[in-house]
């Protein structure tokens, strides 16, 4: 396909989405199985273009004066690829299986440059509803960081310590320039270009062998931050898919007891592979069952709980710029609602003198620090760990890393703008002994 195909397939696509209100990823599914003729490279460049115009599409249709697919595209062309006008005209020609040419109205639009006088929701690219919980958490930095989080991410990988060592890892995957994370001790870096393909990564040897895990080195770091140490009695209590545990385990050496479990049996099924795989030997899952507390034994047993709880995902936009448009305020005060429940499932599986960690890949005050500051009210024996101390795991980064975080008496922020990572909100929070 030529690359004005591939943009007429991405305005098809985006209309799908628009049209049917239905996820990205299955109208991209759609499009694939109605045109089997297009290979693999045209699939991926499509679906970048599609996920760049999501990124964009508040300040793209701004810049356009228009919210259509085809507007969208346009201003991302501009807005995010950089294209000037002379270039965007050559792949809107009106040829065969390209879009039809620029009207004077596109070209007048597209011949503007600045985003001067967008509201801070359009120029930051994010729901108007969310502009007055992002400005009390950034204030004015919140076009900023909106902006960084419409951004694409790059390919973060842990290497498990456990089976070999970050420099045998960057040699094992050489071929896709790795370069070493900043804060996270074992992370690697991969960048990817706009009309590159996401490297194959599970058929690496390197992969199948369990030496390396895809984790976004946010996660990473807050796994480091939880403290986990080799010996320790440890809960994982939301472990999900397992992308913390298998953190949690490498951090602990394989030494101590780590308990895993979920809510949902369904998303921790692929948790016993992933352990097997990364030579994880101290992990039980413990598999929910109705009416049954599957952590019963473990009252106030714990060094450490994690809750790495369920959350609008507000720090992750980079991954999912279509659930950004999709996230309604109901979404958030159910989320809010299971955070406490699941905060205060973990005040009671701890022992005195031990710690809950909790963590989120939200940016909102009522999933972070609103969430621990009624926590600590319903449960006033624990108390939150100040960032500086809280930092401590990151070795020598640590003092980098906490002049880079957002930090409040509850926990510290990361944030794509601020620290390369995707968002996440981290607290510590002691029980007396
Ligand atoms: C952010 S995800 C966990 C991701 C996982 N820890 C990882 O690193 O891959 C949040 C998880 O919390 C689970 N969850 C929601 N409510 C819960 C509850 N009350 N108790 C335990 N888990 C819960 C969800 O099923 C979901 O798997």
Not at 98 to 125: I, Y
Request: proline share 7%.
């Amino acid at each position: 396909m030529t690359p004005a195909a591939r943009l007429s397939a991405a305005i098809d696509v985006l209309a799908d989405i628009e049209a049917r209100r239905r996820p990205a990823t299955d109208a991209l599914k759609d499009w694939g199985l109605s045109h089997r003729f297009a290979g693999s490279g045209d699939r991926a460049a499509i679906a970048g273009l599609v996920y760049d115009a999501l990124r964009r599409k508040a300040s793209a249709a701004h810049l356009l004066g228009e919210p259509t697919p085809r507007a969208v595209v346009l201003g991302m062309l501009a807005l995010d690829r950089g294209l000037d006008l002379e270039k965007i005209e050559k792949l809107f020609d009106g040829g065969r299986f390209a879009p039809s040419p620029l009207t004077q109205g596109e070209r007048t639009a597209l011949a503007r440059t600045g985003l001067e006088d967008a509201p801070a929701h359009v120029a930051g690219d994010y729901p108007e509803w969310l502009d007055l919980p992002l400005a009390r958490v950034f204030g004015d930095d919140r076009v900023e960081e909106g902006r960084a989080l419409a951004h694409r991410a790059p390919l973060d990988l842990r290497v498990n310590t456990l089976a070999g060592d970050r420099d045998a890892a960057a040699a094992a995957l050489s071929h896709l320039k790795p370069a070493f994370t900043r804060w996270a001790p074992a992370g690697l870096r991969v960048t990817i270009g706009a009309e590159q393909k996401s490297p194959p990564v599970h058929a690496e040897p390197a992969y199948i062998k369990g030496q390396i895990e895809i984790q976004d080195e946010g996660s990473q770091v807050a796994a480091l931050l939880a403290g986990a140490r080799p010996g320790d009695q440890v809960i994982d209590l939301c472990a999900g898919g397992g992308g913390k545990t298998l953190a949690l385990a490498a951090a602990m050496e394989n030494k101590g007891q780590l308990y895993a479990t979920d809510l949902d049996m369904r998303r921790l099924a692929p948790i016993h592979a992933r352990l097997e795989r990364a030579g994880v030997r101290d992990v039980q899952v413990r598999t929910p069952r109705p009416g049954v507390d599957a952590l019963a034994d473990l009252a106030e047993r714990a060094d450490l709980v994690v809750v790495d709880a369920p959350c609008t995902g507000t720090g992750t936009w980079r991954r999912n710029p279509d659930a950004k448009w999709r996230m309604r305020p109901g979404s958030l005060s159910e989320r809010v609602a299971q955070q406490v429940t699941v905060l205060d499932r973990a005040a009671g599986l701890v022992r005195p003198g031990g710690r809950v960690v909790y963590v989120t890949c939200s940016l909102l005050a009522d999933e972070n620090t609103d969430q621990i500051q009624a926590f600590v009210t319903r449960h006033p024996g624990f108390s939150p760990v100040r960032p500086a101390d809280l930092v401590t795991p990151l070795g020598a980064a640590a003092a980098a890393f906490l002049d880079s975080v957002l930090t409040f008496p509850e926990g510290l922020l990361m944030t794509p703008r601020r620290t390369g990572t995707d968002g996440f909100f981290v607290s510590v929070l002691t029980r007396e002994g």
